[in-house]
T-cell receptor, first 112, second 113 residues
Framework: NAGVTQTPKFQVLKTGQSMTLQCAQDMNHEYMSWYRQDPGMGLRLIHYSVGAGITDQGEVPNGYNVSRSTTEDFPLRLLSAAPSQTSVYFC???????????FGPGTRLTVL | KQEVTQIPAALSVPEGENLVLNCSFTDSAIYNLQWFRQDPGKGLTSLLLIQSSQREQTSGRLNASLDKSSGRSTLYIAASQPGDSATYLCAGLRVNAGNMLTFGGGTRLMVKP
């Protein structure tokens, strides 16, 4: 199993550009989520999904969109990038509610 | 606001020492407690998950305990090694919030040879 994979590893955007961060898992997990990690702020939940076709907002959802068309994939879209979205983004998955969560290697995003 | 606090923020010990990392949480709705390791520039590696029905979990030289009544968890590392140097994060899981993990700020551990 590859586990949770994320692409790209690094990305530089200009303010106003859009992009999609990819996340995939091959463990048939129901739950998938996106976190951002910022110095002094820790990791914060952006969006999550409890299964294909079902998504919901987390703690810091503004400026981000998600969709879940398959169990395996959970892309995160930045519609119009802002410098405040400079961060490291992590995708996570888990099989069932309350179970151990597994994280991907992260995407380091810089918005100029 | 639910909070998860980790003390100390940084710790430096000589190789071979046994050490304890502390995690406290104020949210009574926290269901499970998960400990992670993060190496610089890397992702999070899951170390141990303690479910609410358990009091502790062990994996090799690691032992984690959970006391929901006092809102505390500890991670015990036995016979520390330089390879244990990393940031250790605890996270409380709130099942009624989309499986959301609430993270502590982490403890940066340095084990000196």
């Amino acid at each position: 199993n590859a586990g949770v994979t994320q692409t790209p590893k690094f990305q530089v955007l200009k303010t106003g550009q859009s992009m999609t961060l990819q996340c995939a898992q091959d463990m048939n997990h129901e739950y998938m989520s996106w976190y951002r990690q910022d110095p002094g702020m820790g990791l914060r939940l952006i969006h999550y999904s409890v299964g294909a076709g079902i998504t919901d907002q987390g703690e810091v959802p503004n400026g981000y969109n998600v969709s879940r068309s398959t169990t395996e994939d959970f892309p995160l879209r930045l519609l119009s990038a802002a410098p405040s979205q400079t961060s490291v983004y992590f995708c996570a998955s888990s099989p069932l509610s309350g179970n151990e969560q597994f994280f991907g290697p992260g995407t380091r995003l810089t918005v100029l | 606001k639910q909070e998860v606090t980790q003390i100390p923020a940084a710790l430096s010990v000589p190789e071979g020492e046994n050490l304890v990392l502390n995690c406290s949480f104020t949210d009574s709705a926290i269901y499970n407690l998960q400990w992670f390791r993060q190496d610089p520039g890397k992702g999070l590696t899951s170390l141990l998950l303690i479910q609410s029905s358990q009091r502790e979990q062990t994996s090799g030289r690691l032992n984690a305990s959970l006391d929901k009544s006092s809102g505390r968890s500890t991670l015990y590392i036995a016979a520390s090694q330089p390879g244990d140097s990393a940031t250790y994060l605890c996270a409380g899981l709130r099942v009624n919030a989309g499986n959301m993990l609430t993270f502590g700020g982490g403890t940066r551990l340095m084990v000196k040879p």
